[in-house]
């Protein structure tokens, strides 16, 4: 019972510029700037369900190495896929100065992190209703907890690293101001990056805890065997 796991969240990266004139500044350098804004959404979907795919289809999803876990049993009963979202808008305010060199002002910064599109799969050879169909379910409901906590946990620190960069960094006085741009992004990136290596890792530490081996073991006596009796039918008959 695997859910999916995109090795990075990048997938969905986002960047927005807005470049506009802002009030004069000292000819001598830039004005002060208050703190800048870390607008942080969390996004987890309500998770749906499909309970139409069979064994063989199951497997495929699993398969799926750059978005899920590494298996640890044969036969995957059960998975929670979704689509990871990482987006971050910065819009900048460049003020071009009289004696060349301009400053570049960051208002805000926009990110969302999360997760859509999620939904748990049970293979159809499990009937609904059954023991083995609550415990399938109950066994995901577990990898979605992990999922959402991390996301708790994680959505704040990113928010915090943002913040102390750009109250050091909100400001820039440079000669070319898309060069100014460049160097801000580059730096958000890379702290993102960094925070979410840290979340991806925790992450899958965390569900290897809910895949353990004794936890394996248990759900495969629970139901009076009935989930390792339709592993073993799918085994000996294949898709």
Same mark, same amino acid.
Request: one cysteine or more.
């Given at each position: 019972?695997?859910?999916?796991?995109?090795? &990075?969240?990048?997938?969905?990266?986002?960047? +927005? #510029?807005?470049?506009?004139? @802002?009030?004069? %500044?000292?000819?001598?350098?830039? =004005?002060?700037?208050?703190?800048?804004?870390?607008?942080?959404?969390?996004?987890?979907?309500?998770?749906?369900?499909?309970?139409?795919?069979?064994?063989?289809?199951?497997?495929?999803?699993?398969?799926?190495?750059?978005?899920?876990?590494?298996?640890?049993?044969?036969?995957?009963?059960?998975?929670?896929?979704?689509?990871?979202?990482?987006?971050?808008?910065?819009?900048?305010?460049?003020?071009?100065?009289?004696?060349?060199?301009?400053?570049?002002?960051?208002?805000?910064?926009?990110?969302?992190?999360?997760?859509?599109?999620?939904?748990?799969?049970?293979? &159809?050879?499990?009937?609904?209703?059954?023991? +083995? #169909?609550?415990?399938?379910? @109950?066994?995901? %409901?577990?990898?979605?907890?992990? =999922?959402?906590?991390?996301?708790?946990?994680?959505?704040?620190?990113?928010?915090?690293?943002?913040?102390?960069?750009?109250?050091?960094?909100?400001?820039?006085?440079?000669?070319?101001?898309?060069?100014?741009?460049?160097?801000?992004?580059?730096?958000?990136?890379?702290?993102?990056?960094?925070?979410?290596?840290?979340?991806?890792?925790?992450?899958?530490?965390?569900?290897?805890?809910?895949?353990?081996?004794?936890?394996?073991?248990?759900?495969?006596?629970?139901?009076?065997?009935?989930?390792?009796?339709?592993?073993?039918?799918?085994?000996?008959?294949?898709?």
């Amino acid at each position: 019972m695997r859910r999916r796991l995109a090795p &990075s969240l990048a997938t969905a990266l986002c960047l +927005a #510029f807005l470049a506009h004139p @802002a009030a004069a %500044q000292d000819v001598s350098g830039c =004005n002060s700037w208050p703190d800048v804004p870390v607008n942080l959404q969390p996004v987890f979907d309500e998770p749906k369900t499909d309970f139409s795919q069979n064994l063989a289809a199951i497997q495929l999803i699993a398969s799926d190495r750059q978005h899920s876990i590494p298996q640890y049993h044969a036969i995957t009963m059960g998975i929670t896929s979704y689509r990871p979202v990482l987006e971050f808008r910065v819009p900048i305010v460049v003020q071009e100065e009289p004696d060349g060199l301009s400053c570049a002002y960051v208002q805000h910064v926009d990110v969302t992190l999360g997760y859509r599109d999620v939904t748990v799969f049970i293979a &159809s050879e499990i009937p609904q209703g059954t023991c +083995a #169909f609550d415990e399938t379910m @109950a066994h995901e %409901q577990k990898h979605i907890a992990v =999922n959402q906590n991390i996301l708790e946990e994680f959505a704040p620190l990113i928010e915090e690293r943002f913040k102390a960069y750009l109250k050091l960094n909100g400001v820039s006085r440079v000669q070319n101001p898309d060069y100014a741009k460049q160097l801000i992004t580059e730096r958000l990136k890379s702290i993102m990056d960094e925070v979410v290596d840290q979340m991806i890792a925790e992450n899958m530490r965390r569900q290897r805890e809910v895949d353990s081996t004794d936890e394996y073991a248990r759900l495969s006596r629970v139901c009076n065997g009935e989930l390792s009796s339709i592993a073993d039918r799918y085994r000996r008959l294949g898709p």
